[in-house]
């Protein structure tokens, strides 16, 4: 359902979360028939699986490009796990089961750690849903670890007695955690008042500071800010410098990140809309960059103070005469 959801939405990157979501949807019913007939062949086919969930998480959150070199590298586990499953002594100490595990955690951790980078080819728009749904996936990897570790600890233990309740507890929360994650990019979370607070005090050397001066003077000229898929990555080859200097530059001179800072050129843009025109607010947000009215209306609460809507009356309310008498 959720990978119907997603096709029909057609968003421009669609592709990569359909195609995890599907991978899922047949591991889980391969699963469900391992479980129910425990078959031979149905539990090579799971192992399988399992062994390449990792990987299909990691093309499908991280921002990577798909490269025939580092896919042949991300193919060794898989392969590892494929060879030892037609040793029944290996399957017998358990060497599968740690395999699988280990590759579910290495891949969770690196998801987690790659959601600390600034990503480059993403949109400003939707910067915060992107390492949202990325952490999720890393979390949800871990996850997958400790129920895989659980149930090898029981047949190690209890010969497999408490699996099946394992198993469908486990997956009781998996599945709804698995939606949230794929449907994430419909929901923006607002930042923290903690978070709005503080401000980076890296100071500007000259470099840094050239490189804003050619970043406003851009912003001014040609008003980039209004395409809402402008990225990191599109931003700096428009400038000539690189993503990662521009974005300390930013960083350093305004105290925030840059995907803000593009939010707040927006703002400001919508501002004088607000003023000047007698445009429909979702008008004016479509036309300053935004994809959407809740971010739209966040981000000029942050920034305004107030909605766009206590704005424009605001400003009406100042240009009426005041009666006296």
Not at 281 to 300: H, P, Q, V, W
Request: hydrophobic residues 50%; proline residues 4%.
């Amino acid at each position: 359902m959720t990978a119907i959801v997603i096709a029909l939405r057609r968003d421009r990157n669609w592709h990569k979360p359909f195609t995890f979501t599907v991978f899922c949807a047949a591991m889980t019913f391969i699963v469900g028939l391992r479980w129910a007939f425990d078959l031979a062949t149905l539990r090579f086919i799971q192992t399988i699986l399992a062994a390449f969930l990792p990987i299909a998480a990691w093309y499908g959150f991280a921002e990577q490009p798909l490269r025939i070199r580092r896919f042949i590298w991300h193919l060794c586990g898989p392969a590892i796990v494929i060879a030892c499953s037609f040793s029944p002594y290996l399957i017998g100490f358990g060497v599968l089961d740690v395999l699988l595990a280990t590759l579910s955690v290495g891949y969770g951790v690196c998801l987690l750690i790659h959601s600390l980078r600034l990503p480059q080819a993403v949109s400003f728009n939707r910067f915060s849903l992107f390492l949202l749904s990325e952490r999720a996936a890393g979390s949800l990897l871990l996850f997958s670890a400790l129920i895989d570790v659980l149930i090898a600890w029981d047949f190690s233990l209890a010969s497999g007695e408490h699996a099946r309740a394992i198993v469908s507890v486990s997956y009781l929360l998996f599945i709804p955690a698995l939606v949230a994650t794929m449907i994430i990019a419909s929901y923006q979370l607002p930042a923290s008042k903690e978070q709005e607070s503080k401000k980076s005090k890296v100071t500007e050397n000259d470099a840094e500071s050239d490189v804003v001066e050619r970043f406003k003077a851009l912003m001014d000229a040609e008003a980039l800010f209004t395409d809402p898929d402008l990225s990191l990555i599109r931003l700096a080859r428009k400038l000539g410098v690189p993503s990662r200097s521009l974005s300390s530059a930013i960083n350093a001179h305004y105290g925030q990140n840059i995907s803000r800072v593009i939010n707040e050129y927006r703002i400001e843009y919508a501002k004088k809309r607000l003023l000047s025109s007698d445009d429909t607010i979702m008008d004016i947000l479509l036309s300053a960059g935004f994809y959407t009215k809740s971010n739209f209306n966040r981000e000029f609460s942050r920034v305004a103070g107030q909605t766009p809507s206590a704005y424009r009356k605001g400003s009406v309310n100042e240009k009426q005469p005041i009666i006296t008498g």
